[in-house]
């Protein structure tokens, strides 16, 4: 059980990786990897557009390391994303309904797709 664990992880921190690297192909690929392996976990996801796709994988890896949601310069500065761009592609995932948060909260942002 844990080799699996640890090979899933593999393939996530292979994907934030290709994600930082602004490799959008090579973060499909990982992606496709984990979908052939059973593994169900942001296939839904790969098809948003490049910015919400890159803030919804952020936001979900980080909150999975740290067990806590990231504050919005936070995933400015990791993602090197404007304000108004961190800010826009939050709103339409939550109208989409990948995610929510508490208006005035902070780290209140929650993922509720839980197909991921």
Same mark, same amino acid.
Do not use: H
């Given at each position: 059980?844990?080799?699996?664990?640890?090979?899933?992880?593999? &393939?996530?921190?292979? &994907?934030?990786?290709?994600?930082?690297?602004?490799?959008?192909?090579?973060?499909?690929?990982?992606?496709?990897?984990?979908?052939?392996?059973?593994?169900?976990?942001?296939?839904?996801?790969?098809?948003?557009?490049?910015?919400? @796709?890159?803030?919804?994988?952020?936001?979900?890896? @980080?909150?999975?390391?740290?067990?806590?949601?990231?504050? &919005?310069?936070?995933?400015?500065?990791?993602?090197?994303?404007?304000?108004?761009?961190?800010?826009?592609?939050?709103?339409?995932?939550?109208?989409?309904?990948? &995610?929510?948060?508490?208006?005035?909260s902070p780290r209140s942002i929650r993922i509720l797709r839980t197909r991921i």
């Open positions: 059980m844990e080799e699996s664990s640890t090979s899933r992880q593999a &393939l996530v921190d292979c &994907l934030i990786q290709a994600i930082e690297k602004d490799d959008y192909q090579g973060a499909r690929n990982t992606l496709d990897t984990i979908f052939e392996q059973n593994f169900p976990v942001l296939v839904e996801v790969a098809t948003l557009p490049k910015t919400r @796709y890159r803030v919804f994988i952020w936001v979900f890896q @980080y909150i999975r390391r740290n067990r806590v949601a990231p504050t &919005l310069k936070e995933i400015e500065r990791a993602l090197d994303l404007t304000q108004s761009s961190v800010q826009n592609a939050l709103a339409k995932l939550k109208i989409d309904g990948y &995610l929510t948060w508490e208006k005035g």
